[in-house]
């Protein structure tokens, strides 16, 4: 008999947390998280999305053990702004037992219906900063800090169970050395002076704080038009800025500002922790935290995080600016692998941005929807 338990204890939450650790023990493309980062994460006191989102989390339970888990979501910005009467479900793990999925999918089903929404949609988080999909092509690599991973028998149990494709995402990667830099040194001279821009470059973090709410807002504007987007808050920039940036390589963070220093296009990269994460196994001591730092300085492979341009901008080749200072920091550091996150299969406009590197798509996911 399986039976579905709420969570509301934290020694609950972290057996919620822990789950994916046993069920992808032996697997050694599933990337862990840090175990206190996701327990924060989840906790309504620390995490500012439950300003405007609740959210519910159930475990299923076979024989006295831990089958399944499962968060249920309810994002009001996209509900009473938005007017997309969605239910959201993420963090959707379980055993390949089809009875441990659908009682877990029924949960949230029933809390879509009283909530009188009209479709659920997942795996996804709580904001398009989260992580999305279900993994259906390329399982034979690693994942990444910023991915889910699962076993390849999760796109079958949804679609038993009348779920159908909602959004396709692809991701793809490509050497470094596919980078050339003459064209994009010549490129960018000619985008800079057509459009009075420069680049801006860092190397310490504290000279870059002072410009993320900016960063976030531009985000925020080059993001609207995309199916799901639900902006950032003030108070998630606060959070964001305190949890992660002083943690990415100010290096690493390039922007392109006007003639009046307005902000009009950044990118986030990031080093992969993907091998680093597997050695700290979910906790930061007391070794963790040295396989981070060193993944931070001496990685060679780089995850191309975010890329944000005002609408004024885009399709105006400013990218070719971002480019060539990611090619001179790039060079330096001595990189082979340009690695790309999970981008929307339609989203025409970001395919050509990376089209002159000759990416290869070696992974694909989905969110799949049920009508309520």
Not at 281 to 308: C, E, M, N, Q, W
Request: aromatic letters at 14%; a positive charge.
């Amino acid at each position: 008999m399986i039976t579905i338990k709420e969570v509301f204890s934290k020694k609950e939450m972290k057996k919620f947390v822990l789950f994916p650790f046993k069920l992808y023990s032996k697997n050694p493309y599933w990337v862990p998280p840090i175990i206190n980062d996701e327990i924060e994460s989840f906790d309504k006191t620390k995490n500012p999305v439950f300003t405007h989102a609740v959210a519910r989390f159930f475990l299923a339970i076979k024989n006295d053990e831990i089958v399944g888990r499962v968060a249920a979501i309810i994002n009001f910005t996209e509900i009473n702004q938005q007017k997309i009467k969605k239910m959201r479900f993420g963090w959707f793990d379980f055993i390949d037992d089809s009875n441990v999925s659908e009682l877990l999918l029924k949960k949230v089903e029933e809390i879509g219906r009283e909530n009188q929404l009209e479709y659920m949609e997942g795996p996804m988080g709580f904001s398009n900063l989260d992580k999305v999909g279900v993994l259906t092509y390329g399982f034979d690599h690693i994942g990444t800090m910023i991915t889910w991973y699962n076993h390849p028998y999760y796109k079958n149990h949804l679609e038993k169970l009348g779920f159908s494709v909602e959004k396709e995402y692809i991701e793809s990667k490509f050497p470094f050395k596919n980078v050339k830099p003459e064209p994009l040194v010549k490129a960018s001279r000619i985008i800079k002076k057509r459009y009075k821009l420069t680049a801006l470059n860092f190397t310490k973090t504290k000279d870059l704080l002072p410009l993320v709410d900016e960063m976030f807002d531009l985000f925020n504007e080059s993001y609207a038009s995309l199916p799901s987007f639900v902006p950032i808050s003030d108070v998630q920039k606060e959070y964001f800025k305190k949890k992660y940036i002083s943690f990415i390589n100010p290096e690493y963070i390039k922007f392109v500002m006007d003639e009046n220093k307005r902000l009009i296009a950044f990118a986030i990269t990031m080093p992969s922790f993907s091998k680093a994460l597997q050695k700290a196994k979910g906790k930061l001591f007391p070794t963790g935290v040295f396989h981070l730092l060193r993944a931070k300085k001496h990685s060679k492979d780089i995850i191309f995080y975010l890329i944000g341009i005002h609408p004024k901008y885009q399709n105006k080749g400013v990218t070719a600016i971002i480019f060539e200072e990611y090619q001179k920091t790039f060079a330096e550091k001595n990189i082979q692998t340009c690695i790309r996150t999970p981008e929307l299969a339609s989203n025409i406009a970001i395919a050509n941005v990376w089209k002159n590197f000759d990416p290869v798509i070696y992974k694909k996911r989905c969110t799949y929807r049920k009508d309520l």
